[in-house]
């Protein structure tokens, strides 16, 4: 195998670690994240969220927003890594086509 070739699984690989690993890890967090977050003081001197607002909408609110945030960082990441892994296809395949090899149609071989 080129090193194309090799750099192309790699970059396949990480795109299913990502499917598999980071994506149902990152949810678990999220959710645990969800229901800490609240009790947790804020920035200059601020009350815990549980102070100014019901326990269940403060759950909500941050469950949201790290949601959010987790769709559209992850759609970005995966994106990046799709469009690397098409232009390596595009460069094995233009290798692939430029090295064949070509009968000779000379009646002199």
Known sequence: MSEI????????????????FNVPISIVIGVLYSFIYPYIPRKGGRPPMIEEMEYIDAITETAILFFILLFFSMY????????????????????????????????FD
């Open 5 to 20: 070739e090799k750099e192309l699984d790699k970059k396949k690989n990480a795109l299913n670690r990502i499917y598999k």
């Open 76 to 107: 970005f990441i995966i994106n990046k890594k799709k469009k690397k892994i098409e232009e390596l296809e595009r460069e094995v395949y233009v290798k692939n086509k430029n090295t064949k090899q070509y009968k000779s149609v000379s009646k």
